[in-house]
């Protein structure tokens, strides 16, 4: 049987219940280098490429970011989160999905525009094998929402693109889905509304993995065990 | 001149920068009594009376709260939000809003389901003048979205509610603000999106509290130095 269909996750918010953790540790970051600004719109750009957030950060506080100053918030970020690491836990149904997907071999793989320093705890909470061609933003040029990470994904995957199903929390990640071409589907547990979902163009908006696994039909997933 | 308008403010993620701190802290004191819950689903509940909030706890873990252990979360959560309170900030523009209004003789006070002993830092972190008839979940029978808070603030302040405007982060804000009778006003620096504040029932949702002293004429306020 060849895969028809194939399952692109965004990690932070998606997968793992790390967002509200990782708000605060860019809070902590961004202040000490002299650039406090509120959770909120820091929330937002959760997601996004790190140079995109140097972007929105000059733009929010009217300063001007350097390669050093950048790199300096990336690290300062890095410790911080690594700080309340203990503390990150699988969403709700991550592990199931994961694990069902696999059982009913159905590929998929996860694509975050964090490093790899950053996710690999992530990835070991959720029992990710080695051999899941996982793509994080060390290994292309651009992150979200550029569709880069999407599409190399599904190339590692072996998958057309257009035949995926990019899952995500945020609207980078669905930003980054129709420029890829392909479907994006959204989940509210990384803290945005549904109808920002929605408006990014999200084909439906579920509240975490275990409420995707719920509706695999509404994408059009059959599982063999379930459907004829 | 006799005041035709107040203000009623909500506290946490409307005048200071608290609701991200707040949900790590109820998420570490949840899972302390092991009723684990994802850090959005927390999220959306900020603001809510205590009482609600164990209706929401016991739908979404399927165990009974018993009043024991309402009151050991509610202990746990003060004891960890104020281990991080040094790391709270006010909102931008929200000290220079609430002295703009005290200089043009804009009656304003601050209505919060937080206890005192909760709310007590932000209210200096703010400068608020004891002069201020605050209210807390202290002083009445039920928090928000019941209207208590908002009726008793707009009772000390002398004002009719119907002419008090209510701002807001929450839902529960706006939910209370209506049941109240009066106008609500939303504002998103407590990480709701617009469209969940508009549905609601805001009238208008800013950023923040300096959106919207920039704008203080879209609700109906005259500053006298700007308008005759």
Redesign the interface.
Known sequence: MKPSRAFLFDLD?TLI?S???H??AW??ALEEVGM?L???II?RRIGMSGGLIAAALQRETGRTVSKAVGERIQKLHTQSYLKHVS?I?P??GARELLTLLTRQSILWTIATSSSLERAQHALRLLHVSKMIPVVTRDSVAHGKPDPDLFLTAAKELGVDIRHCIVVGDSVWDLLAARRAGTLGVGV?????????LIQAGAYRVYN?PADLLRHLDEVGIRIPSLVE
């Open positions: 918010g219940d967002v509200y953790q708000v605060l809070r902590e406090a509120p959770a909120w929330h503390e836990r969403l709700p509210l547990s990384g803290g945005y509304g549904a109808d920002e975490d």
